[in-house]
Every structure is written in C-alpha cells, then in structure tokens.
C-alpha cells in the first residue's frame, strides 16, 4: 500500500468519529482568549477560567484591557500559568488598542498571512496560538498544527523527521483545498485520534489508520 493521501485520511476519521463541532466559544473574542489560555493545560481548565470571567462580566475586550496583570491572573487561575497567561492576554489586547483600536472587526478584515504575522509579533504568541485565533475566531483558512499532527503524520510518512511547524502545515496547504470547514473539521478530527490512539506510546489497536503504513518511532515533534 502507498501512501494515503490527506483526503484518504481525513475520509477514515470522519467516517469514525463524525463531526466534531470545534472551536468551543461563544464568540471570536472568548475564542480568542481561549486560544491564549490553552497553552500547556487541558481545555477543562481553561473553561473554569473562561467561566470565572464570564460570571464576573468581564469578558469583552475593552473590559479585560482595563484589568491589570494581577486582576486577571486572579480571574484566570484554573487554566494553570496564570501569571504568564495573563501577561500574554494583556499583550494581546494592548496590541488590539494600540494598533486596531480595540475593533475585532478591524482585525477580520484582514488578510489572513497579514494577521498572522501581526499576530506572531505579540510577545507569548506562537505559531498554534495565532493560527488558531485566525482559523477559529476569524475564519481564515489556514490550517492549525499541533503535537498531534506532528506525530501521526510523521508516523504515517507524510512528512519528514525533524519537520517544523510550517514545514508540517505546507503539507496541508499545498494538499487540501483552501476550505475553512474542511480546516476546522481536520483539526479537530485529528485532536480526537491523537488523545485517543495516536499518543507518545501509541496505541494503534482500532485506531481508524491502524492499516496504513505506519513507523511509531518516526516522530517530528
């Protein structure tokens, strides 16, 4: 057997797992701040935090950018890291009033690799962060990589050992069509057979791709 192609995979963990209806929020702004406090903590935590501001009415931009550091390491404790996720959080939105004004609105009218670098310059903001506040808080079709696709396409033959984070992501912009759906359904299908199947020590039994060809030692990330 070769090797399958991106539609072929993504066919089998749909036809497994179904629609998994992501990104959890209400709106761009708490997608935004979800995005930010995901980091190094599992999304449960960062619910409890996202329900700490909720319930205290804080959660716009204009009233968490008159917050200080402290105040909202205080509402934002459950996601772990508090202190440097609030530093990252008031980065971000000393950025959103300084440069746009605090308009999400001006932010998707932008272009989305004009975003994505504004975004990539906020101190605390990486690579997965900024494409997931574009893809999931402002639909631009650009494709979010995580540990999860690095490891299972890796172990799959699609992409190299030792591959970075836009080398793993050309994979998908040059193989998919550029369909914002497609992205977001990808991702998270993706999310599902790592945690479930597709871990440091994999567990291959079952998993929709256990008859692909497959090396568990040849991870990327």
């Known amino acids: 057997m070769g090797r399958p192609s991106l539609v072929d995979i993504y066919n089998r963990l749909y036809d497994r797992y179904g629609p998994q ?9 708490e997608i935004i701040v979800g995005a930010i406090l995901t980091q ?8 409890k935090a996202i329900g700490n501001l ?13 917050l200080s550091v402290e105040q909202l390491a205080g509402y934002i404790r459950p996601a772990g890291y508090f202190n440097i996720k609030a530093d990252r959080l008031k980065h ?8 746009h004004g605090g308009s999400l609105e001006h932010l998707k009218a932008l272009s989305p690799l004009t975003l994505r670098e504004q975004l990539l310059a906020i101190k605390g903001i990486g690579p997965e962060t900024a494409d ?37 992501q050309d994979l998908f912009h040059g193989g998919l069509d550029k369909d ?4 977001n359904e990808y991702h ?10 597709c871990k440091p020590k994999p567990r291959c039994s079952g998993c929709p791709l256990e008859d692909l060809p497959h090396q568990i030692e040849a991870d990327v990330c």
């Not at 931009?61 to 008159?66: C, D, G, Q, S």
């Not at 914002?180 to 992205?183: F, G, R």
């Open 188 to 197: 998270a299908l993706i999310v599902r057979a790592g945690k479930e199947h």
């Open 92 to 99: 971000f939105l000393d950025w959103l009033f300084e440069k």
């Open 132 to 168: 997931s506040i574009c893809l999931y808080a402002f639909s631009k079709p650009i494709f979010v990589v995580d540990a999860y696709t690095a490891r299972i396409f890796g172990r799959h033959g699609m992409v190299e050992p030792g591959s970075g984070y836009e080398q793993v």
């Open 180 to 183: 914002i759906a497609l992205y």
């Open 40 to 47: 190094n903590t599992a999304w449960s935590n960062v619910e």
């Open 54 to 66: 909720n319930k205290a009415d804080r959660l716009t931009p204009e009233k968490l950018h008159r």
């Open 21 to 29: 209806h992501w990104w959890p929020g209400e709106t761009p702004f």
